[in-house]
């Protein structure tokens, strides 16, 4: 699997080109507009290529490294999955999701894979999208597989569905399979995060742990236009009292020795981080609720290094 290579639009805060990474592939290029979002890639990988910039801008004539590489990945921001899809042509998001597709124009990788919301695999209300995708695709020599995946069966304590669709050069298709899973059980909350918990001495550690037992719901980054950091809409923060954690607001730090053994706590952004499987020493750049929008935005890179692994395989001779 060595000397693949891959362009990553929308990359934010890399964990989709981490997973990929990991499943072998080596980036020529990531290209993400929001400045926080490429000061944390160079944080973290200062000798990756990384381009600010904004994918409806991005010109691959003038880069041409990106020409003939093995994959051309996009995380792309989620495209609206209520009744506002029906009228959603112009967003932002539907323009974004379209214009990865247009880059297979230029860039002609043997593979592309996108990661969005799952109503975009089968909804209704993205059936005019889904066709612009397959004429576009079939006029390129691509075939096409849409499908659903949950992080939670790539071993992130987290239940949090994608809809994925990955396309191939004719010749590559058929050996291509979708990720199974990795994992024979979740991850439950409890677990992924007793040793952080602990980590100042807080006397519930323990005890919070054992009752944490589910996944966590799905993190969500929240609005680039409205206020802090929180855990999610009123439902997500239901779950997450029932496993004693306070989502109204992120903490600046785990609970120390003075804090209620019984009582609920709240999460900080490096364990929301945890959440979504980044490894430990991944840094994210800026302040707290910038940080934690680029962690709720961001793929877990366990799926990115299965669908790498799934798609390094169709691409082997």
Same mark, same amino acid.
């Given at each position: 699997?060595?000397?693949?290579?891959?362009?990553?639009?929308?990359?934010?805060?890399?964990?989709?080109?981490?997973?990929?990474?990991?499943?072998?592939?080596?980036?020529?290029?990531?290209?993400?507009?929001?400045?926080?979002?490429?000061?944390?890639?160079? /944080?973290?990988?200062?000798?990756?290529?990384?381009?600010?910039?904004?994918?409806?801008?991005?010109?691959?004539?003038?880069?041409?490294?990106?020409?003939?590489?093995?994959?051309?990945?996009?995380?792309?921001?989620?495209?609206?999955?209520?009744?506002?899809?029906?009228?959603?042509?112009?967003?932002?998001?539907?323009?974004? /999701?379209?214009?990865?597709?247009?880059?297979?124009?230029?860039?002609?990788?043997?593979?592309?894979?996108?990661?969005?919301?799952?109503?975009?695999?089968?909804?209704?209300? +993205?059936?005019?999208?889904?066709?612009?995708?397959?004429?576009?695709?079939?006029?390129?020599?691509?075939? +096409? /597989?849409?499908?659903?995946?949950?992080?939670?069966?790539?071993?992130?304590?987290?239940?949090?569905?994608?809809?994925?669709?990955?396309?191939?050069?004719?010749?590559?298709?058929?050996?291509?399979?979708?990720?199974?899973?990795?994992?024979?059980?979740?991850?439950?909350?409890?677990?992924?995060?007793?040793?952080?918990?602990?980590?100042?001495?807080?006397?519930?550690?323990?005890?919070?742990?054992?009752?944490?037992?589910?996944?966590?719901?799905?993190?969500?980054?929240?609005?680039?236009?409205?206020?802090?950091?929180?855990?999610?809409?009123?439902?997500?923060?239901?779950?997450?009292?029932?496993?004693?954690?306070?989502?109204?607001?992120?903490?600046?730090?785990?609970?120390?020795?003075?804090?209620?053994?019984?009582?609920?706590?709240?999460?900080?952004?490096?364990?929301?981080?945890?959440?979504?499987?980044?490894?430990?020493?991944?840094?994210?750049?800026?302040?707290?609720?910038?940080?934690?929008?680029?962690?709720?935005?961001?793929?877990?890179?366990?799926?990115?290094?299965?669908?790498?692994?799934?798609?390094?395989?169709?691409?082997?001779?």
């Amino acid at each position: 699997m060595s000397g693949l290579r891959f362009v990553d639009v929308c990359a934010g805060a890399g964990g989709l080109a981490l997973g990929l990474e990991e499943a072998g592939f080596e980036p020529v290029l990531l290209l993400d507009r929001k400045p926080v979002a490429c000061e944390t890639l160079r /944080l973290n990988r200062p000798a990756w290529n990384i381009l600010e910039m904004d994918l409806l801008d991005f010109v691959p004539d003038e880069y041409p490294e990106t020409y003939d590489v093995d994959l051309l990945s996009a995380g792309l921001p989620r495209v609206k999955s209520s009744a506002t899809a029906a009228r959603a042509g112009s967003t932002e998001e539907l323009r974004l /999701l379209e214009a990865a597709v247009l880059l297979a124009h230029s860039v002609q990788p043997r593979a592309l894979v996108i990661e969005n919301v799952p109503g975009l695999v089968d909804a209704p209300e +993205f059936e005019d999208v889904r066709e612009f995708i397959r004429k576009e695709l079939e006029h390129l020599g691509y075939r +096409f /597989l849409w499908f659903v995946l949950n992080a939670a069966d790539f071993g992130v304590p987290q239940d949090r569905k994608q809809g994925v669709l990955v396309a191939l050069k004719q010749q590559y298709f058929d050996a291509f399979g979708p990720p199974v899973p990795t994992v024979a059980s979740h991850v439950p909350v409890g677990c992924a995060l007793h040793e952080s918990m602990a980590a100042r001495g807080w006397p519930g550690a323990d005890a919070w742990a054992a009752q944490a037992l589910n996944v966590a719901p799905t993190l969500v980054g929240g609005s680039e236009n409205r206020g802090g950091a929180d855990l999610g809409p009123t439902g997500t923060k239901r779950a997450w009292e029932r496993m004693r954690v306070n989502g109204g607001a992120l903490a600046d730090e785990v609970p120390g020795p003075e804090a209620d053994p019984a009582g609920m706590v709240k999460l900080t952004d490096a364990q929301t981080a945890l959440l979504q499987a980044f490894p430990p020493e991944w840094r994210f750049a800026g302040k707290k609720t910038a940080r934690y929008r680029q962690i709720g935005h961001a793929s877990p890179p366990p799926v990115g290094t299965a669908l790498g692994l799934a798609i390094a395989a169709a691409l082997s001779p």
